[in-house]
């Protein structure tokens, strides 16, 4: 007996050479956070080409460059599905001949090249090709499928601002959110696990005031880069000395930015850092003790009152439960067993949970894999993994084409078919 998702996906062999085409397409064409623009028009291309009659809806621009479609076919639940639309700013160094040869213009009028290094391309095309795959065979589902692509994830403002401009009232209410990234594992595999899975973040800036001098006598002075220094050193204490070991914590301080040159001591130092964690209490810990010790430092060297703030804050990513179940199973049957792993918790963070969270939704996030999987099955037996594949964000993050698309869509297809799917 075929079943309902089987049905649905019998029609990937006829949409694959357009899948691939548009990947390829996707690949070479990144775009930077919140600048989405022509990734977004294509996505209204690919959706308005669809036959979705007057039951599907296209809604543009909430919060940024962002695509939304709403698909009402009869009764049923709603089930959300996300996708993250931007590249990053790498130089790409993959050696594919899809690979991206853009250059951007950054806010700050800096040029920079992008490349989609994240391999947010893949969730693109893959979404486009869940909705074309449901659209073509209507009578195996019954319910409401709201897309949401979504931009500027790697700013971690995507999805916060497509909420702060009205996202709830625009969309219907999900009954389910699901979204899936592909990442560093087998193509083929797929990774899902219940409860917190990526951490929470919260990013901080500091500036520290010193007094200018010329670098021959520093004594004149209050030499804002020995500041800086010494601070940096005293934060690598917050996690290791100063939160429980039973915690799990980061802080790391990614930006130092002082002065002009070799003989002047600069006014002022900035530095900007991320702290992780995968519980609200220990994150809010962790800031006080960086605030408390930046006003420290800066009182030892009888400097000026130091700026302290934070940005970007995310929740942690915590599948819920029985979505989760409900996922993992539907995964496990159209993919095997022996194809679904479990998701290892990592300290990166997504801002994904933010679109159910507005509801107060239930949601569940899982990987893809993306390398060849006999490679990989070699490099994980020689523990090599690491050494042996880029990871995501690296110039030479290369998911394969196959069947790391396929999977892809056969498990966003089977996840919603979870909630949507007939008999
Ligand atoms: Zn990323
Ligand atoms: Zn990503």
Redesign the pocket.
């Known amino acids: 007996m075929t079943t309902p998702t089987a049905r649905v996906l019998a029609h990937l062999d006829d949409i694959r050479p357009w899948l691939e085409g548009l990947y390829r397409h996707l690949h070479a064409h990144p775009e930077l956070s919140m600048a989405e623009h022509a990734t977004a028009q294509r996505v209204v291309d690919e959706v308005r080409s669809l036959t979705g009659g007057e039951e599907l809806e296209v809604l543009t621009g909430i919060g940024g460059p962002s695509v939304c479609a709403v698909v009402r076919n009869g009764e049923g639940p709603t089930v959300l599905l996300r996708a993250d639309t931007d590249g990053?700013p790498v130089e790409e160094a993959t050696g594919l001949d899809y690979a991206s040869q853009v250059r951007a213009t950054t806010t700050t009028g800096e040029s920079v090249p992008v490349m989609h290094?994240?391999?947010?391309d893949t969730h693109v095309a893959t979404l486009l090709a869940t909705l074309r795959l449901l659209l073509l065979e209507r009578a195996a589902w019954s319910g409401t499928l709201v897309l949401v692509f979504q931009p500027a994830?790697?700013q971690f403002n995507g999805a916060e601002s497509m909420v702060a401009d009205g996202l709830t009232e625009r969309l219907p209410r999900p009954d389910v959110a699901l979204g899936q990234?592909v990442l560093t594992g087998a193509a083929g595999s797929v990774m899902v696990s219940p409860g917190p899975i990526m951490a929470s973040c919260d990013d901080f800036r500091i500036v520290l005031h010193g007094m200018g001098a010329h670098g021959s006598s520093p004594h004149r002075g209050i030499d804002p880069v020995v500041m800086a220094a010494s601070l940096v050193m005293r934060l690598q204490t917050v996690v290791s000395r100063q939160v429980s070991p039973q915690a799990t914590a980061v802080v790391t301080v990614g930006r130092i930015q002082a002065g002009t040159k070799t003989n002047i001591i600069p006014d002022h130092a900035v530095l900007e850092g991320t702290v992780r964690t995968y519980d609200d209490e220990v994150a809010a810990r962790c800031l006080q003790i960086i605030e408390r010790t930046v006003r420290a430092e800066a009182e030892a060297w009888g400097a000026p009152e130091p700026q302290f703030e934070t940005f970007d804050h995310l929740p942690v990513t915590d599948n819920t439960p029985e979505a989760t179940a409900r996922v993992r199973a539907a995964l496990a049957v159209e993919l095997g067993e022996d194809q679904v792993r479990d998701f290892e918790p990592e300290m990166?963070s997504e801002d994904f949970s933010e679109l159910p969270n507005a509801w107060g939704a239930p949601y569940c996030y899982w990987g893809f894999g993306a390398f060849d999987a006999e490679l990989w099955a070699r490099s994980e037996a020689a523990g090599t993994e690491g050494q042996d594949f880029p990871s995501?964000?690296s110039p030479r993050f290369a998911p394969v084409l196959q069947p790391t698309l396929d999977t892809g869509v056969r498990a966003m297809v089977a996840a919603a078919m979870a909630w949507v799917g007939q008999g």
């Open positions: 990053l290094a994240c391999g947010h994830e790697e990234h990166g995501n964000h």
